[in-house]
């Protein structure tokens, strides 16, 4: 069955440049009018009895979708208000947004970013750049389907549950979310379609990471990318579900090799490391370094005598973790024991997402 069509309301922002600028707008505005679409742009009004701020104000808690014409003017006026004398109507309009989405946690589905040709993803001011943004005209459909509730592929009904036979018990002494059966299951990056969203054509990498996004290091070696790299997505799957709705709470994992090649993006983040100083240069690292504070250095890891951790802050106060052990297994163990202690990565993320 396909979904019910509805007649959004939209709201149109953008900056005042150019004469050439404002014609897109309206061009915009139009073509959305004649697709049905209710708009609301600065462009029909002529001077709103109750003013201008009052009737932005207004449109904003009125309307189901904003779409913010992004360019660098824009950016600009919305990120350094100081350094601008123009553009007052797009800084306020940019505060209110920005409460709105204070309120409602920066859970966006209203606000969305759109750029006409010329225009570039990184003229989506910083804080809306987690959100799908659309390139008019190439992507007007995409727009379209999005503000009129229209998927691109039908819905299939869902069936008849499956009955499934026991499963055989685990062996494994230590058979928990750990076991082989999961780890057998893991996913590179589950969250590869709003990846490729943000990503796909910019590549800035700011669309997906920022301070609070944790960084799980694996060696580069085939041993450490067979068994340790189960261990480090099913850790990547525990900071994920605990992020929520946030979207830069989450786990990436990389290899050592990247690690220190992009360290100017990622050597500011919390960071944990999986897997011995012989697999992993980044454990390599830690395990050689001094102990600079105290609780800071290595540690023994309850359980076993070969399970080894590694805490330290790094410049910007934020944790910095290496866990390894001296086989696969201890290491898996390693890892599953400070999933499972609150003191290990409850603590750890009570320090990253401050």
Not at 273 to 280: D, K, L, Y
Request: glycine share 8%; hydrophobic share 35%.
């Amino acid at each position: 069955m396909l979904p019910a069509l509805r007649v959004p309301r939209v709201l149109i922002i953008y900056s005042h440049e150019s004469a050439e600028h404002t014609g897109r707008v309206l061009d915009l505005s139009d073509r959305l009018k004649d697709d049905g679409v209710k708009v609301a742009v600065d462009l029909d009004e002529t001077s709103p009895p109750d003013g201008w701020p009052a009737w932005m104000d207004r449109q904003i808690r009125e309307s189901d979708f904003v779409l913010m014409v992004c360019t660098a003017a824009y950016r600009q006026r919305v990120e350094q208000p100081d350094e601008t004398p123009e553009g007052r109507g797009a800084i306020w309009e940019s505060r209110l947004i920005y409460d709105y989405l204070y309120h409602a946690k920066l859970v966006n589905h209203r606000f969305v970013p759109v750029l006409f040709h010329g225009a570039s993803p990184d003229d989506v001011p910083v804080r809306l750049r987690a959100s799908t943004h659309y390139s008019l005209y190439d992507d007007y459909e995409a727009l379209y389907r999005r503000l009129t509730n229209q998927l691109r592929a039908t819905r299939v009904g869902t069936g008849r549950l499956k009955r499934l036979p026991p499963a055989a018990k685990a062996t494994h002494p230590l058979s928990t979310v750990f076991s082989s059966e999961h780890l057998n299951k893991t996913m590179s990056n589950p969250r590869y379609y709003d990846d490729i969203l943000r990503l796909d054509r910019t590549y800035d990498r700011h669309a997906i990471i920022n301070k609070e996004t944790v960084v799980v290091v694996v060696g580069t070696t085939v041993v450490a990318e067979l068994l340790d790299r189960p261990a480090a997505e099913f850790l990547r799957d525990h900071i994920d579900q605990r992020g929520a709705e946030y979207p830069f709470r989450r786990g990436i994992v990389v290899t050592d090799q990247a690690w220190f090649d992009e360290a100017l993006v990622l050597q500011g983040n919390p960071v944990i490391s999986i897997g011995g100083p012989p697999a992993n240069k980044l454990s390599a690292e830690f395990n050689g370094r001094p102990q600079s504070a105290p609780g800071e250095g290595k540690y023994s890891i309850p359980g076993g005598v070969a399970r080894t951790g590694f805490y330290c802050k790094n410049s910007q106060a934020l944790p910095q973790v290496g866990l390894w052990g001296k086989t696969a297994g201890e290491t898996r163990e390693a890892v599953e024991y400070y999933v499972q202690n609150e003191k290990g990565l409850g603590s750890f993320l009570k320090m990253s997402w401050k």
